[in-house]
Nanobody, 124 residues
Framework: QVPLVESGGGLVQAGGSLRLSCAAS????????MGWFRQAPGKEREFVAA????????NYADSVKGRFTISRDNVKNTMYLQMNSLKPEDTAVYYC?????????????????WGQGTQVTVSS
């Protein structure tokens, strides 16, 4: 098991910024690839960003490319999602996820561990 806890969500105006954090427990964090997903009301969970075990490889959904940045600190066992230029369509519950492999993945089914989610609301 890899317990994951998200934080940093909240209410922000369009054009604003938020930074989400995902804290993991255990000594295996540094060997796992990680990802962020989001789910808006009435919609399916969708991929946002992913990062490999070292932080040297990242992937982004087209909808957030250039606005969001994923990163990780393997000393602190924490992953981050810096979200800039937020839009109302970014409103969703954001989930962090981990997979016991070194490389990234963009499908939710490829992730074994999930956090409880943090709400991000962007007002227009």
């Amino acid at each position: 098991q890899v317990p994951l806890v998200e934080s940093g969500g909240g209410l922000v105006q369009a054009g604003g910024s938020l930074r989400l954090s995902c804290a993991a427990s255990g000594r295996t964090f540094s060997t796992y690839a990680m990802g962020w997903f989001r789910q808006a009301p009435g919609k399916e969970r969708e991929f946002v960003a992913a990062i490999n075990w070292s932080g040297g490889r990242t992937n982004y959904a087209d909808s957030v490319k250039g606005r969001f940045t994923i990163s990780r600190d393997n000393v602190k066992n924490t992953m981050y999602l810096q979200m800039n230029s937020l839009k109302p369509e970014d409103t969703a519950v954001y989930y962090c996820a981990a997979r016991p492999y070194s490389d990234t993945a963009t499908y939710a089914k490829h992730y074994q561990y999930w956090g409880q989610g943090t709400q991000v609301t962007v007002s227009s």
